[in-house]
């Protein structure tokens, strides 16, 4: 249907009297903005609140001085994985966008790293500071001795220029403090991760969903949640394994408060359960999967009763959930999980969860996992040369077997401090805070005094960026292309970012400045040739699909590439080595792993001292958005959950604040006390990303404490190099 | 002329806030001030916990005891069901936010008037839900018309058992809650 105005008019007109739309259709930026009539624009984008790269529209006026001005933030009703809706986080968009406290201009540091000392310089003046001291220290220590800590877009353009100057060392935190585990953790088992995009889990048609620690609701993924919301209130079962009571929790049939660390136990017992009252899928297991006998074999030991007290929960619950995975199965999901570096033995816990699945036959099964999109995308790198090897090898993987390509922020920290097996020397920071990403801030204090050149690329003066010596301001993702997006659900398809508004500032976009680099560096050829859109352009030709129809709709799908379940016609392919799922791992045997996951206890809390637990608020993501105005206002400093009896038992009262110590005698700063039903009395919890320690952040500067200072003790994967960080514990001081 | 309601299914609540940083924007709310907000009720002892997440906003009741007492009358019912205010009327004496048992009312400091969810007045009169309906991720808020027996929420409201809050106090409310806890299923 054409959408003229006089179209829109009608149909307002009749749906006033009937149904009410969400909002004017959006069948394009134009049409929309066309049927709407005066002084507006739409621009379809990509969200960067967090990264599950949600299709938003943003709608611009002109203010009175002219200029254009974001006004709202919508979801794109196109878009698969924000289907027309946005969470509070990609509405409050525009609070990133005109935060006064951004950075603004390129800074160089004129006082000691870390008292805030800078000068505002020329873009042309950082670039000469950054790429003299660059070429300094390439030439003292060589290339390999540059590194890049990243998370989020800025960090596929530095990749660039890094692997041109001859460094691979490159590391992501989403792979060792975030999912990384997880994923390696899936390939092994069925040669894929568990998503791209997004996980693969069917929710919405799921019988009975089961979450270990994945509080959806609060960690709040779009179009997942929705689908939750979906599944819940069809009535799905929902079997929530977390030692708080959750929002998931909340919406759970049956809520396991678990006693933490003991999830691996669960998991194993549930299969032994599975497998010895044959409820498990015996043809798919047949068909599909390798290794059934050795697991069944090593399952055996885990005994209902036994997990009753390992895992302190009711053995008769135990046995319940288990019979209904098998009664449902293989409509039935048991969520691979995100952020799970949790105890250091998290790949093995990864695998239970997949194996679990497996036996369920839930890959490929409606209500289960759907299978991955088949979209072909040709590839694609506008003409550049090839990288040529780097001279050293990268130390991104440290010692550990399936660390994968995003690499281990850590062990580029540690190569920094110890200078083995070869000097790091700088590093480039973009859009990541590490002070609150990685655990243990005295090492990463320690790496950032043992550096000779610190260049931060990022959109606020965050803790981190404000000890770098060169700061390169990004603009925001409303002020910027990026792109193209392959977006990975059911189906297949591609999204882009693309500005709303010009960058304010005199802030710049991550893909220029890092093309400008090259540039000083004398490394032209892997500089953008022309513009980003350009490239953009380039690359839709070459994927098959029209740029303008894209700019103007926000999302394109690949068609005939959505094949979720398994039928005659479309079967699972498995990119292991016996192109089966491997319920025994022959590649974890070679590397002297356990080939099958066994259990292992963890560390408990001495007496006095609580496990530390943390997590996320449905408004922030990590510490990115505590100093967005209207977050902010919603949730301004976090608690520290304390039970009711543990309470009581030392005199605590309910918003009281205090402060926690940790094992190392690291003492954070005052935090208020819920105290509450909710949560077990072995652990506390607080929101992570709080209590910043970053001055020109009007709003967030001290508010709250911040959990990862207490993180001093990580404990890492042995078979993937995950830290997991839920092994440091904490008791409660009350404040004088 | 249609009656507006809305329906809240609060199983389906996630208390993600995005209904609420949606209003505020649409709204263009103070600072400080919420025309919604979620309430997360949780009852028990550890473990036999369960709990309630509540969407609360001004219910245009069909007895509005802000109507009847406003001494100017900006507050006003409307015929579409909408309980609004003449913010030209409207002299900030407060005694509205005295009489809502509901507390959902505000003064604008930078207007002197009182202010509340209006059902966003302004999108009904382009055929649109509010605001906080077209974001609501688990499709808890449901809006509609009860004159209209084929609307969404005329079958719900017919169908399933709901409630209002504070029946007690007689002010015969029109946002109704259904679901007050998930299905134990």
Known sequence: ?736 | MPRYVMVIDQSRCVACMACVVACKRENDVPAEHYRTRVVEMVRGEFPRLRSEMRSELCNHCDNPPCVNICPTGASHKQADGTVQINRRKCVGCKACITACPYDVRYINEEHGYADKCSFCQHRLKEGKEPACVATCIGRSRMFGDLDDPNSEVSQILRETSWRTLKPEVGTKPNVYYINQFPRKS
């Open chain 1, 1 to 736: 249907m054409a959408f003229s105005r006089r179209n829109f008019l009608k149909y307002a007109a009749m749906s006033a009297g009937g149904t009410l739309i969400a909002d004017t259709p959006f069948l394009s930026a134009r049409a929309r903005a066309e049927a709407e009539g005066g002084n507006v624009r739409y621009v379809p984008t990509s969200c960067e609140m967090c990264f599950w790269k949600c299709g938003a529209i943003a709608k611009v006026e002109k203010n009175k001085q002219g200029e254009d001005v974001v006004v709202k933030l919508e979801g794109n009703p196109l878009h698969p994985q924000s289907m027309g809706k946005l969470c509070a986080r990609g509405q409050a968009g525009i609070g990133q966008l005109y935060d006064e406290n951004r950075l603004k201009r390129p800074m160089i540091r004129t006082g000691e790293r870390g008292d805030g000392q800078y000068k505002e310089v020329s873009w042309e003046e950082a670039f000469n500071y950054t790429a003299d001291k660059l070429k300094a220290v390439i030439e003292k220590y060589g290339p390999e001795s540059i590194a890049m800590l990243s998370h989020g877009s800025p960090g596929d353009y530095f990749t660039n220029l890094l692997k041109a100057l001859g460094s691979g060392n490159i590391a992501f935190s989403s792979f060792a403090q975030c999912k990384g585990i997880r994923d390696a953790a899936w390939e092994l088992t069925f040669g894929h991760k568990p998503g791209s995009s997004c996980e693969r889990v069917d929710l919405k048609n799921s019988k009975v969903i089961v979450l270990l620690g994945t509080h959806l609701g609060e960690n709040m993924h779009n179009s997942q949640t929705q689908e939750f919301a979906e599944a819940v209130g069809h009535g799905a079962k929902i079997i929530c394994v977390d030692p708080r009571y959750s929002t998931a929790a909340s919406k759970a049939s049956l809520w396991l408060p678990i006693k933490p660390g003991t999830d691996t136990a669960l998991l194993l017992t549930w299969m032994n359960i599975i497998i010895s009252e044959e409820l498990y899928d015996k043809a798919y297991v047949e068909q599909y999967t390798v290794g059934f006998e050795q697991l069944k074999e090593s399952v055996q030991q885990y005994t209902p009763e036994w997990c009753a007290k390992e895992t302190d929960l009711p053995e008769a619950d135990i046995v319940a959930a288990a019979r209904d995975l098998g009664r449902y199965a293989p409509n039935v999901v048991i969520h691979p999980g995100r952020h799970v570096a949790w105890y250091g033995n998290d790949a093995q816990r990864s695998r239970a969860t997949a194996i679990l699945n497996a036996i369920l036959g839930t890959w490929g099964r409606p209500g289960g996992m759907w299978l991955p999109a088949k979209g072909k995308f040709a590839s694609f790198n506008d003409g550049y040369p090839k990288y040529s090897d780097p001279a050293k090898d990268p130390v991104i993987k440290g010692d550990y077997p399936f660390a994968g390509g995003e690499g281990l922020t850590q062990v580029v920290r540690d190569t920094t401090i110890t200078g083995q097996p070869y000097p790091i020397k700088a590093w480039f920071i973009c859009g990541t805070d590490a002070m609150k990403a990685l655990p243990d801030q005295r090492q990463t204090l320690k790496a950032i005094a043992n550096l000779d050149l610190m260049i931060a690329v990022d959109i606020l003066p965050s803790e981190t960026a404000m000890m770098a010596d060169v700061i390169l301001p990004e603009c925001t993702y409303l002020e910027r292309h990026d792109g193209l997006f392959k977006v990975e659900v059911r189906e297949a398809g591609v999204g882009l970012r693309q500005p709303a508004v010009e960058p304010m500032y005199d802030t710049k976009p991550a893909w220029w400045i890092a093309s400008e680099l090259c540039k000083k560096m004398g490394l032209a050829d892997f500089a953008v040739k022309d513009s980003w859109e350009a490239r953009m352009r380039r690359q839709a030709t070459a994927w098959g699909i029209d740029y303008d129809k894209l700019a103007d709709t926000g999302y394109v799908s690949l068609p005939d590439s959505a094949f979720p379940y398994i039928t005659a016609d479309n079967q699972p392919e498995f990119k292991t080595d016996s192109e089966k799922i491997e319920l025994f791992s022959q590649k974890l045997e070679e590397h002297n792993f356990d080939p099958v996951p066994k259990y292992e206890p963890t560390d408990e809390p001495e007496k006095g001292m609580y496990r530390l637990l943390y997590g996320r608020s449905p408004v922030h993501t990590f510490s990115r958005t505590i100093n967005d105005q209207w977050l902010w206002e919603l949730h301004k400093e976090n608690q520290v959950w304390l039970n009711k009896k543990e309470a009581e038992s030392l005199g605590v009262k309910d918003r009281q604040y205090v402060r926690l110590e940790n094992q190392d005698k690291v003492v954070s700063d005052p935090i208020q006390v819920k105290v509450t039903e909710r949560i077990r009395r072995d652990c506390v919890y607080m929101v992570h990303g709080f209590g910043h320690n970053a001055p020109r952040l009007s709003r967030a500067h001290k508010s709250g404490a911040d959990d990862q200072q207490l993180i001093t003790r990580y404990k890492v994967d042995p078979i993937t190099g995950g830290t997991g960080m839920r092994v440091n514990f904490v008791k409660i001081i009350k404040e004088a």
